[in-house]
């Protein structure tokens, strides 16, 4: 059936998105490409166009580096015109090319040189994904003028003629010389008057001497690059911290903010992450890491809002607080620095049950059809997933599924089965079929870090398959969990015969064999004294409606995580259909809360 979308309810980051590719398309326009004879490498390029290029060719002879350049290899060299190099030779006070070192030019050099062929088609809005041989990353972006759009770089210099290719590269015409950043992070935030709050936490922490470590001597290599988003002072006076003596007396609680148990030190350490993060790489990740252990920040664009810490947990909606575009993306010898329009520290959290229901992923939400009776949503569409929430081993074209399906049969009617909120997510995974998936994976909502039970609520399918789960598979916080879950089992394979499992009596013996009852029955009765549904009606068969234990999981960072359903035993006829997965702290109560498929939540009497 087709999908049904409400267009009042689509996001602006798709307008958002649709305005960036035809930005990138626009420029693709403009470039320029040039052909030449393979026999032509980039040093004989800039010769045979002296014209343009001959005060280049000279930084290259007096450098050193002409030769490299000459030789074979895949590189990729921004190069300046003639006018670019006298512009910035006048601002040096030079005349020449030769009043400058050899050093000095093979810095030059080395600084619009990258280690392998990239045109314009891979140029993202944000950092270059290849390092240039001075050791710093190059920015490219978009910039407007007189009706027409050119790549920028490092917000330094247009490119005014573009992959041209050569023997041994791809060459890049500029307008600009590219200037490296010589400052610090560390220098770069206390140079900055806005900054004089942060600066002296920095330095009271001794997260100063850490940031500003000259890239060739950092002793640490994971921190040759990091990322610091940080308040302003006035970002910080309207939180109430008036000077950094108002901030330390709220936040030290040891006295010494140098101490890692210090909250001023975490305050500091929880603005820092490793790595060069620019603006499309923090929006291109849901959250980044931060030099607190197992504590992150998470990330989500809206609109064109950068948002840190927006999150909704357990039903609660916490408003973050939004990057300032304006002071970001600060490029530094060692990193880059971002500004954020208020005040955000770690959340103090302690584990809690999570019941996620699998059919709220946010871009279901979205549709027309969600939750709609009797509707049917195949979530692999042209051969892509409409949902982030899911991934596959392999989008292939005869997958079969996943499916997003809402039961038809009203509530309270006995002639079908009752999921919670009456929808699932269906998938027909096997393993005897190359063509097909083995494996989906589901993002869960946040979840605290400690140690969880984790639950995986399902409707019985005779044929349905076995299954291994696991949790942030392929990644260094995996976890395979103990106890296969197989989807033709009903909850008589607790040793509770089929007519008691409805029962309260029933409970002790499921739970003891790692099954429940997840399901409210008429022997629940929520606060409101609303009874659950009767038993379905083939032989009272409430036992169709599993909760079966898949283990215990112990999450080490606050965040979302993937768990994952690899198909030890399927064909591809036997649907699974998956309803609920549990994340219940190992020493809370397992049975409860219970669902209605009307959406009500039963507490233990």
Same mark, same amino acid.
């Given at each position: 059936?087709?999908?049904?979308?409400?267009?009042?309810?689509?996001?602006?980051?798709?307008?958002?998105?649709?305005?960036?590719?035809?930005?990138?398309?626009?420029?693709?326009?403009?470039?320029?490409?040039?052909?030449?004879?393979?026999?032509?490498?980039?040093?004989?390029?800039?010769?045979?166009?002296?014209?343009?290029? %001959?005060? #280049? =060719? +000279?930084? &290259?002879?007096?450098? @050193?580096?002409?030769?490299? *350049?000459?030789?074979?290899?895949?590189?990729?060299?921004?190069?300046?015109?003639?006018?670019?190099?006298?512009?910035?030779?006048?601002?040096?006070?030079?005349?020449?090319?030769?009043?400058?070192?050899?050093?000095?030019?093979?810095?030059?050099?080395?600084?619009?040189?990258?280690?392998?062929?990239?045109?314009?088609?891979?140029?993202?809005?944000?950092?270059?994904?290849?390092?240039?041989?001075?050791?710093?990353?190059?920015?490219?972006?978009?910039?407007?003028?007189?009706?027409?759009?050119?790549?920028?770089?490092?917000?330094?210099?247009?490119?005014?003629?573009?992959?041209?290719?050569?023997?041994?590269?791809?060459?890049?015409?500029?307008?600009?010389?590219?200037?490296?950043?010589?400052?610090?992070?560390?220098?770069?935030?206390?140079?900055?008057?806005?900054? %004089?709050? #942060? =600066? +002296?936490? &920095?330095?009271?922490? @001794?997260?100063?001497?850490? *940031?500003?470590?000259?890239?060739?001597?950092?002793?640490?290599?994971?921190?040759?690059?990091?990322?610091?988003?940080?308040?302003?002072?006035?970002?910080?006076?309207?939180?109430?911290?008036?000077?950094?003596?108002?901030?330390?007396?709220?936040?030290?609680?040891?006295?010494?903010?140098?101490?890692?148990?210090?909250?001023?030190?975490?305050?500091?350490?929880?603005?820092?992450?490793?790595?060069?993060?620019?603006?499309?790489?923090?929006?291109?990740?849901?959250?980044?890491?931060?030099?607190?252990?197992?504590?992150?920040?998470?990330?989500?664009?809206?609109?064109?809002?950068?948002?840190?810490?927006?999150?909704?947990?357990?039903?609660?909606?916490?408003?973050?607080?939004?990057?300032?575009?304006?002071?970001?993306?600060?490029?530094?010898?060692?990193?880059?620095?971002?500004?954020?329009?208020?005040?955000?520290?770690?959340?103090?959290?302690?584990?809690?049950?999570?019941?996620?229901?699998?059919?709220?992923?946010?871009?279901?939400?979205?549709?027309?059809?969600?939750?709609?009776?009797?509707?049917?949503?195949?979530?692999?569409?042209?051969?892509?997933?409409?949902?982030?929430?899911?991934?596959?081993?392999?989008?292939?074209?005869?997958?079969?599924?996943?499916?997003?399906?809402?039961?038809?049969?009203?509530?309270?009617?006995?002639?079908?089965?009752?999921?919670?909120?009456?929808?699932?997510?269906?998938?027909?995974?096997?393993?005897?079929?190359?063509?097909?998936?083995?494996?989906?994976?589901?993002?869960?909502?946040?979840?605290?870090?400690?140690?969880?039970?984790?639950?995986?609520?399902?409707?019985?399918?005779?044929?349905?398959?076995?299954?291994?789960?696991?949790?942030?598979?392929?990644?260094?916080?995996?976890?395979?969990?103990?106890?296969?879950?197989?989807?033709?089992?009903?909850?008589?394979?607790?040793?509770?015969?089929?007519?008691?499992?409805?029962?309260?009596?029933?409970?002790?013996?499921?739970?003891?064999?790692?099954?429940?009852?997840?399901?409210?029955?008429?022997?629940?009765?929520?606060?409101?004294?609303?009874?659950?549904?009767?038993?379905?009606?083939?032989?009272?068969?409430?036992?169709?409606?599993?909760?079966?234990?898949?283990?215990?999981?112990?999450?080490?960072?606050?965040?979302?995580?993937?768990?994952?359903?690899?198909?030890?035993?399927?064909?591809?006829?036997?649907?699974?259909?998956?309803?609920?997965?549990?994340?219940?702290?190992?020493?809370?109560?397992?049975?409860?809360?219970?669902?209605?498929?009307?959406?009500?939540?039963?507490?233990?009497?």
């Amino acid at each position: 059936m087709k999908m049904k979308l409400d267009i009042r309810n689509i996001t602006c980051l798709v307008i958002f998105s649709a305005f960036i590719i035809l930005v990138i398309n626009a420029c693709k326009r403009e470039s320029l490409t040039i052909s030449t004879t393979d026999d032509v490498n980039i040093t004989g390029f800039l010769e045979k166009n002296p014209e343009k290029f %001959s005060l #280049f =060719t +000279q930084i &290259l002879e007096r450098s @050193g580096t002409k030769g490299y *350049l000459a030789a074979y290899g895949k590189y990729t060299m921004f190069t300046p015109d003639n006018n670019a190099v006298n512009d910035w030779l006048k601002s040096l006070s030079k005349t020449a090319v030769d009043q400058l070192s050899a050093a000095e030019l093979k810095d030059v050099v080395r600084f619009h040189v990258l280690p392998d062929t990239v045109a314009t088609g891979k140029f993202t809005d944000g950092k270059l994904t290849q390092i240039t041989l001075y050791g710093q990353y190059l920015q490219t972006g978009v910039t407007f003028k007189d009706g027409v759009s050119s790549f920028i770089i490092n917000k330094q210099a247009l490119i005014t003629q573009s992959n041209v290719r050569v023997g041994n590269g791809i060459i890049h015409v500029i307008d600009h010389v590219l200037i490296p950043s010589t400052k610090t992070l560390a220098s770069t935030i206390e140079g900055n008057t806005r900054y %004089s709050i #942060f =600066t +002296q936490a &920095l330095k009271e922490t @001794g997260f100063y001497d850490s *940031l500003n470590y000259v890239q060739s001597v950092i002793p640490d290599t994971t921190r040759r690059f990091q990322t610091v988003i940080l308040e302003s002072d006035s970002a910080l006076q309207a939180a109430g911290f008036n000077n950094y003596a108002a901030l330390k007396a709220k936040l030290s609680k040891t006295g010494n903010p140098k101490s890692h148990s210090d909250s001023l030190w975490m305050y500091v350490a929880y603005h820092i992450s490793t790595g060069a993060s620019y603006t499309p790489d923090i929006v291109s990740s849901p959250s980044l890491s931060t030099l607190v252990p197992s504590e992150i920040v998470t990330t989500k664009l809206v609109g064109t809002k950068i948002l840190l810490n927006d999150d909704e947990f357990n039903g609660v909606i916490e408003p973050g607080v939004e990057v300032n575009r304006t002071f970001s993306n600060v490029t530094t010898s060692n990193g880059v620095l971002h500004e954020s329009k208020g005040f955000y520290k770690i959340k103090p959290r302690v584990p809690t049950g999570v019941f996620f229901d699998i059919g709220d992923q946010p871009e279901l939400k979205l549709l027309a059809a969600w939750r709609a009776p009797g509707q049917t949503i195949p979530l692999l569409q042209n051969g892509k997933l409409i949902t982030a929430g899911i991934r596959l081993d392999a989008y292939r074209s005869n997958t079969i599924g996943p499916v997003y399906a809402v039961s038809s049969t009203p509530i309270g009617a006995s002639d079908g089965r009752s999921y919670a909120n009456r929808d699932v997510i269906q998938f027909n995974p096997t393993t005897s079929n190359a063509a097909r998936s083995i494996w989906m994976e589901i993002r869960t909502p946040m979840l605290v870090k400690g140690k969880y039970k984790v639950w995986i609520c399902y409707t019985y399918n005779g044929s349905g398959p076995l299954t291994q789960v696991g949790v942030d598979v392929g990644t260094t916080q995996e976890q395979l969990l103990p106890n296969l879950v197989d989807f033709a089992q009903t909850l008589t394979s607790s040793g509770v015969p089929t007519a008691n499992a409805a029962l309260p009596s029933a409970d002790g013996l499921m739970l003891t064999n790692g099954f429940k009852r997840y399901m409210a029955t008429t022997a629940d009765v929520n606060q409101d004294g609303v009874r659950g549904i009767q038993p379905i009606s083939v032989n009272n068969q409430w036992s169709v409606m599993v909760g079966k234990l898949a283990g215990v999981v112990d999450i080490k960072t606050t965040d979302k995580h993937w768990v994952r359903f690899t198909t030890l035993r399927g064909n591809g006829s036997g649907i699974m259909n998956m309803d609920m997965i549990h994340f219940i702290p190992i020493d809370d109560d397992q049975n409860y809360p219970r669902f209605s498929p009307s959406g009500l939540i039963y507490k233990r009497p």
